[in-house]
């Protein structure tokens, strides 16, 4: 919203500049977006006063005069055809600038015109932007003495562009702004002064009848009736202040109307009565078909949910919105009838929206304006009205008042420990009633206060808290903030695993699947057989209405999901398959407990799978196929990321999906993490792969478990390690877990690692035999280990070995 200082000034006394004034507004909550204060541009125009003035010897309209511009006399010609002798001027000295319309400046210099030096020029009222007037110069009240500077007569006007936020109708007009300064600077508002003449004979209502709607949205609606009105150009004071807020004069009494809305925040219209069909006028409903044109000259159609003023039986108004073309107030217009009401501001806000037409009436009516001011504002124009235009204001009004208009202020109740609680700043009673009574409530005792009808935000205790903070000044409130410690919110432990699963598996060279949350019956069968209660994966629960037999039911493992994956990328992207998904497995319940159990029971699990070419080596003709070892070695390297250490074991209970030579189980301890291995020739037939194709499929679950348990620092040795090597003949059937099992229970002192370095089978060795030869690591926390403490370690590890007959050392 734009606001004049000059303006403000008619309200409260603000002996204060533009600046102090403009720091003030933003400090108590009305921010100044921007300011326009043009006076700055003309500070060196001085008041003079013209000695005499002569006819140019060269020219026959221009002047040659002399001037006291009150220190001293020079001379000045002058082209404008009202310049004489005894007249006080505005004077633009050497080194006084004048804007320009093209935004450059003229400066003032000493200049020879038709060989007849000037030494300044005397102003027209366009020259010094007080209108567009430049039939001649400026010509002021004798009684101001030379070289008063211009700017102080008051001329020039400051107005600031003010951001309102929707909650403060009120300072939508000149005086509710200017309450809010007068209680900022403690100062009195000033009272409206104005004086209405009614005309006692003849009433109101004998020349117009109302008649409202109930329940239409105008709960309050006032007319008065003017009579004998001389519609002309609107006073200098009267345009100059509705131009300084950017609104263009149209006559007296439209500009009436327009200073009312601005200067108090009550919209006004006014009627020509000479135009309004029969004498009766009525706020309804609009009808199915009716059609208006308003004042900018657009036709509407309305509808029956749009209020609208009839002149009997036709629309002439928009309620709240705009007017009509048809009654418009107009030179020949002689009879007035002024409107001042109360709409709904939801049936404004839903119209104006509608018509695509937003009026500075509008825009006040949506945000809700003071339920008491209908009458004093129409009083107060008719006032003005008789002041700018004559006519004689008939006695009374023709009104109505709803049952649904607000008839009793809101009463709010506050406590001054609630204040110091949340400013931080303890104040008084009466501090406090001082505040509060400076913006308009009413103290009722007991620090309980009566709400101003203009005042619709404020409901709560901690509405009047917050305009007590206004008014103390937000700089004057302590920001000490407390100290704490501010942790974030930890993430839950199923998603921080979710995440160093998706960068492990995806800086390891797999790629993740995001499937739909459905899978195969058919394909969940291909996987775990027919539906049994041994394995509970083989009986998926079905959909009741699935999109498709592909989607028919819920998945119970992740396996049937990616190796559908793995088919489809054989078909479309041939040599090599990496792929992983993190997501969840759901079972179904026997029972229900109650309501409340979902029926289902989910489980996060994880599954990863390579088939196709595993990797080209440099001196290989062909890429190589997937083997157990890699599916084995990436699982071991993933968990080993995770910081858990984990074992593949031979599996006890047989995986029907997985190669039965090749599957083992992942395990920590004595946890089983869940089954690896290469998939069944048969599983791969039934999903049409031909890939030799590996994975794992492990139960996040149990893998959060194992996260749980407390990591302890183990220092390492700083001394040199020593190493031996063993190399015996076992049973091609032995395996490497079984030896190293043998080789952990032997408790050999010193002995820290245990590697194998290689297996052997061919010439030397028996059919059904093996050569292993293993790696062993001695290494001391406190010292550096002899050969002698070394060998003697490694001979009675020698020594148990050869005992066993199922190693035989070479």
């Known amino acids: 919203m734009k606001v004049s200082l000059n ?4 309200h ?9 004034v403009s720091k003030a507004l933003t400090s108590i909550g009305l921010e100044v977006e921007g300011m326009e204060e043009p006076a700055k541009q003309y500070e060196k125009l001085v008041v003079a006063k013209v000695l005499t003035c002569e006819a140019h010897p060269d020219s026959d309209h221009l002047h040659v005069t002399t001037v006291d511009d009150g220190k001293e006399t020079i001379q000045v010609v002058c082209g404008a055809p009202n310049v004489a002798a005894g007249q006080t001027v505005v004077l633009a000295p050497i080194g006084a600038e004048l804007p320009l319309p093209d935004g450059k400046s003229l400066k003032m210099k000493k200049s020879k015109i038709r060989g007849v030096e000037s030494f300044g020029m005397i ?3 366009d020259e ?10 400026l010509v002021l009240d004798d009684k101001i003495p030379a070289g008063t500077q211009f700017i102080s007569l008051g001329f020039y006007d400051a107005t600031y562009e003010l951001n309102v936020t929707p909650n403060r109708p009120d300072a939508l007009s000149h005086r509710g702004v200017a309450r809010e300064l007068a209680a900022k600077f403690d100062r009195p508002l000033k009272p409206l002064a104005y004086t209405l003449t009614e005309d006692a004979s003849k009433e109101a209502a004998s020349e117009i009848k109302l008649t409202v709607e109930p329940g239409s949205g105008c709960s309050r609606y006032v007319g008065r009736v003017i009579e004998n009105v001389k519609v002309a150009p609107s006073p200098a004071w009267l345009s100059r202040l509705l131009k300084s807020v950017g609104m263009n004069s149209v006559n007296n009494v439209v500009d009436v109307t327009n200073f009312i809305l601005m200067d108090v925040g009550q919209p006004l219209h006014s009627f020509d009565m000479a135009k309004l069909n029969g004498a009766e006028v009525v706020v309804r409903k609009a009808k199915p078909g009716e059609k208006i044109e308003t004042l900018d000259h657009k036709e509407h159609e309305l509808t029956t949910n749009d209020l609208v003023i009839c002149d009997g039986d036709r629309p002439s108004c928009v309620a709240g919105v705009m007017g009509g073309v048809e009654s418009e107030i107009t030179d020949t217009t002689t009879q007035v009838f002024l409107e001042s009401a109360w709409f709904n501001p939801t049936v404004v806000r839903k119209q104006a929206h509608r018509l695509c037409t937003s009026t500075d009436s509008s825009y006040r009516f949506e945000r809700g304006i003071d339920y008491t001011m209908q009458r004093e504002a129409d009083d107060y124009a008719c006032a003005l009205i008789q002041e700018v235009a004559g006519g004689n204001v008939l006695k009374g009004t023709v009104e109505y008042t709803g049952e649904d208009h607000q008839k009793e202020p809101f009463v709010v109740t506050l406590r001054a420990s609630r204040v110091t609680k949340v400013l931080g700043i303890t104040l008084s009673e009466d501090e406090i009633t001082k505040y509060l009574t400076g913006i308009g409530l009413k103290h009722l005792g007991n620090m309980t206060f009566e709400i101003p009808p203009y005042r619709p935000d404020l409901e709560r205790e901690v509405d009047l808290i917050e305009e007590v903070a206004r008014l103390v000044g937000f700089d004057n409130i302590p920001y000490d903030v407390p100290s704490f410690k501010i942790k974030p919110n930890d993430l839950p432990a199923e998603e921080v695993l979710g995440r160093r699963i998706r960068y492990t598996l995806s800086s390891m060279g797999l790629h993740e699947c995001i499937s739909l949350r459905f899978t195969s019956a058919a394909n969940t069968q291909a996987v775990f057989g027919e539906p049994n209660d041994a394995d509970p994966r083989s009986k998926p629960a079905k959909l009741l209405n699935p999109l498709s037999e592909d989607l028919g039911c819920v998945p119970t493992s992740l396996i049937p999901i990616l190796l559908k994956s793995v088919a489809d990328n054989e078909k479309n992207r041939p040599g090599s398959v990496r792929l992983f998904e993190n997501s969840k497995a759901q079972f179904q319940n026997a029972e229900r407990k109650d309501d409340r159990d ?3 029971t989910e489980k996060p699990i994880l599954c990863a799978v390579i088939a196709g070419h595993w990797k080209m080596e440099a001196l290989d003709d062909k890429p190589r196929d997937v083997e157990f070892g890699d599916i084995k070695g990436l699982a071991i390297s993933f968990f080993k990321r995770l910081g858990l250490p ?5 599996a006890e209970q047989k995986e029907k999906f997985l190669h039965p030579g090749k599957q083992a189980v992942i395990m920590s301890g004595s946890t089983v993490f869940g089954s690896i291995g290469m998939v069944h020739p048969a599983v791969l037939k039934a999903f049409d792969i031909s890939y030799a194709t590996a994975l794992f499929e492990v139960d996040l679950e149990k893998v959060l478990k194992a996260q749980e348990k407390k990591v302890v620092f183990k220092p390492f040795s700083r001394q040199v390690f020593t190493t031996r090597d063993i190399s015996m003949i076992v049973a091609e059937r032995m395996t490497n877990e079984a030896i190293l099992e043998k080789l952990n229970s032997f408790k050999v002192k010193n002995l820290v690692k ?6 052997y089978q061919g010439v030397g060795i028996l059919p059904g035999q093996k050569n292993m030869v293993y790696s062993f690591t001695y290494q001391s926390m406190t010292e550096t280990l002899t050969d002698e403490v070394v060998n003697k370690a490694h001979d009675k590890l020698r020594e148990k070995l050869s005992a066993d007959s199922e190693i035989t050392l070479r």
Do not use: Q, T
């Open 598 to 600: 979902p029926g289902f």
């Open 754 to 759: 245990v590697e194998l370095k290689s297996v």
């Open 128 to 137: 010094i932007g007080l209108s567009d007037d430049h039939g001649g110069i």
């Open 646 to 650: 984990v074992e593949v074991r031979s």
């Open 12 to 20: 409260v006394d603000l002996p204060e500049s533009a600046e102090e």
């Open 123 to 125: 102003c027209a009222e």
């Open 7 to 10: 303006w403000l000034r008619r």
